[in-house]
């Protein structure tokens, strides 16, 4: 039966009890991160043909590992589908998960979960057949929508759909491969899931990326960012504080380039975040250089979002929400000091 | 004697409440687990409103529903393919079971292959194939095939007249802007379900329907003939009664594993049980909630076909007692 996998990764929790504060500890004594992600979203988590993991969900991976272990390719990828991917990390496999995951209440608060920071601001969105004429999601009145389940693509669909008082008809795939390729062979009259990913689905899955548009329409809000279990507060604070280190060095100018000579200069702001003044890493349970080989491992988040879907990238995403708060954006880090 | 029964009954309750035991330390450890690592758990989620659509569903559904209803729009929805390809495997199984001892070399070839390709092939694999096919084949929605008046074939699936609809009385399938609108439809989600799971039960059925009728000894069909019954009446009145005594239990059993093959659905966008029960745990979460559910209506499943098969066997008995 399908739901195998998950009946027995439920069993996990008859046998292994929940074990606070450990987490470092085990990825230090293992010096390996194990890091759940997606079975192939380019630009966000995806393999390629050598098996390396690219993507802005393996880049914080990276830099996880780089500022705990020292070593960003110390991480062990796991992927894991959209159904699969909570009850895993839920029941003890990994030791996060970094995979376009939307931060919503039902999984932050009952789930054993805590979602760490917005990696990735997206929205909902529709892929459509570029002969089918429509301009609007509106139009999608009596539509068969293919769709994955897992996701929270499934109920934004029901709701934007109800409120609009359109009837249209979800076909509900368990697999990635199969929802896109019932799509594509014309089953379904529109595909939805996150913009971002459909930008991945229409360049690099669709037989020709010119017979299809993405629908101006966002139905819904997708804050997309890693997760960690309940009952670790320092590695909580470790996963969190990872992020807005990237964040940060973008505001202050400091790239996988010039990390090296920043740290002798004179900023205290700059200094402090890598760890040439005060040692913000103790207060983590880490090194002073903490934030400088995170972003020696992976450039800042301006660089991630850049090289994995921005505009040196296939994916040509436009920095948008995702641009810093001092650009227009929503990228705001609390401060490290 | 009486004393050893008393003895055995004994041992069994022991046996049953040692298992129970062990069943509620599980329950006991797993939920305080869950609650030790803030998993929220409970039931309550049944009575809450779905949140999702069903794309197809015998029975009416919203996505205002509740859980519930969602999950018994999808046990619904499991009958309805499991039902009439218990039907149809059964119907071909027996044919094929039968050809495979025709006295016709290329028919009894025909049938022996038929039986060992699709048994050796995985279902999923089948059921995928069915599945890409019958979509690859037929015509865009928007250039239905109409098959007669207002009956149309697409990739939507065959949509027909049915009762109901806004006028109360006929519900007519029409074209519509992109696909066919109205009526009744069997998408070809369902149909490629239906047609895989058809095709390969009929494989199992077919070698169980040849066993039991080899299980009669031949000296009676040999006895039968040369009484001067028919090859008609040998069939009739010699091997059937005799060969359905062995052929019902292990033939309840396809019927079983055919339900719960169904549950394949998900591979293939079909929306069955399990399809709708892992979207309810993805919205609510409630895994361990979900999965025992599932567990459950299975179960319930596997007991009223247990108790139909004897019903059957003890009728298959009586009939032949009585031919
Ligand atoms: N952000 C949404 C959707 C994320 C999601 O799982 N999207 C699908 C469709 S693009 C996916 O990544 N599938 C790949 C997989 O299952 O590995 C969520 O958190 O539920």
Redesign the pocket.
């Known amino acids: 039966m399908k739901t195998f996998p998950i009946a027995a990764l439920m069993f996990l929790f008859c046998l292994a009890p929940a074990h606070a504060g450990k987490t470092l500890d085990q990825v230090r004594q293992r010096a390996q991160l194990v890091c759940g992600v997606?079975?192939?979203?380019i630009g966000f988590s995806s393999a390629d043909s050598q098996g390396r993991w690219n993507g802005l969900d393996a880049d914080v991976c990276r830099a996880i590992a780089a500022a705990v272990l020292n070593d960003p390719a110390k991480v062990k990828y796991v992927?894991?589908?959209?159904q699969q991917r909570c009850t895993a990390l839920q029941s003890g496999e990994g030791d996060l998960l970094s995979r376009?995951?939307?931060w919503t209440l039902t999984r932050d608060a009952s789930l054993g979960l805590h979602f760490t920071a917005v990696t990735y601001y997206?929205g909902q969105g529709f892929l459509v057949p570029k002969k089918l004429k429509i301009t609007s999601a509106k139009q999608l009145k009596n539509a068969e929508i293919c769709v994955?389940s897992?996701?929270?693509?499934e109920k934004n669909l029901g709701d934007w759909f109800k409120a609009q008082g359109i009837k249209v008809k979800p076909v509900v795939f368990e697999?990635?491969e199969a929802s896109i390729k019932a799509f594509f062979s014309g089953r379904c009259q529109a595909y939805t899931?996150?913009a971002s990913?459909l930008a991945f689905?229409r360049s690099k899955e669709a037989p020709k990326p010119d017979d299809y548009i993405v629908l101006p329409e966002l139905i819904s809000k997708?804050p997309?960012g890693p997760v960690v279990r309940r009952g670790d507060d320092e590695w909580f604070a470790i996963v969190k504080w990872g992020i807005f280190a990237l964040i940060e060095a973008e505001e202050y100018g400091i790239t996988q380039a010039n990390v090296e000579q920043m740290k002798s200069g004179t900023d205290p702001a700059i200094l402090r975040l890598l760890g040439s003044a005060e040692d913000s890493g103790k207060l983590l349970g880490l090194e002073r250089d903490w934030a400088a080989r995170a972003i020696k491992a992976v450039g800042n988040y301006g660089e991630m979002f850049q090289r994995n879907v921005g505009s040196a990238s296939p994916l040509q995403l436009p920095r948008g929400l995702n641009a810093l708060w001092s650009k227009g954006g929503l990228m705001y880090a609390p401060p490290v000091r | 004697m009486q004393g050893r029964r008393a003895r055995q009954l004994g041992i069994q309750a022991l046996l049953a409440a040692a298992l129970l035991a062990a069943l509620w330390w599980l329950l006991a450890v797993t939920s305080a687990n869950m609650a030790e690592r803030g998993i929220r758990s409970g039931f309550d989620f049944l009575t809450e409103p779905a949140g999702f659509a069903i794309g197809e569903s015998l029975l009416a559904f919203e996505s205002t529903d509740s859980a519930l209803w969602a999950l018994a729009a999808g046990l619904a929805n499991t009958l309805r393919v499991a039902l009439p390809a218990i039907a149809a495997s059964t119907l071909l199984g027996t044919l094929i079971g039968l050809g495979r001892l025709s006295p016709n070399l290329l028919l009894r070839g025909l049938c022996a292959a038929y039986v060992e390709t699709l048994r050796n092939l995985p279902l999923l694999l089948q059921l995928l194939a069915w599945y890409f096919v019958v979509t690859d084949l037929l015509p865009l929605g928007s250039r239905a095939l109409q098959l007669a008046p207002h009956v149309f074939l697409s990739k939507s699936g065959l949509a027909m007249p049915w009762l109901g609809g806004e006028s109360g009385l006929l519900d007519l399938p029409l074209r519509g802007e992109m696909n066919i609108v109205g009526g009744a439809t069997l998408t070809p989600e369902f149909l490629a379900l239906f047609l895989g799971l058809s095709l390969y039960t009929a494989a199992y059925v077919a070698e169980t329907v040849r066993a039991g009728i080899q299980a009669v000894p031949r000296g009676q069909s040999e006895a039968a003939l040369a009484l001067g019954l028919t090859r008609v009446q040998l069939f009739r009145l010699v091997l059937l009664p005799q060969a359905l005594r062995s052929i019902v239990p292990p033939l309840t059993n396809q019927h079983l594993s055919l339900t719960k093959n169904a549950s394949l659905a998900v591979a293939i966008g079909y929306p069955d049980l399990v399809s709708v029960a892992n979207t309810t745990l993805n919205q609510t979460g409630r895994a361990a909630e979900c999965i025992a559910l599932i567990m459950a209506v299975y179960l319930i499943l596997s007991l009223i076909t247990a108790w139909l098969s004897a019903w059957l066997e003890r009728r298959s008995g009586r009939w032949a007692e009585r031919s």
Do not use: H, W, Y
């Open positions: 997606s079975t192939g979203v992927p894991r589908n959209a376009n995951t939307t997206d994955q897992g996701t929270t693509t697999k990635f899931t996150d990913a689905i997708e997309l």
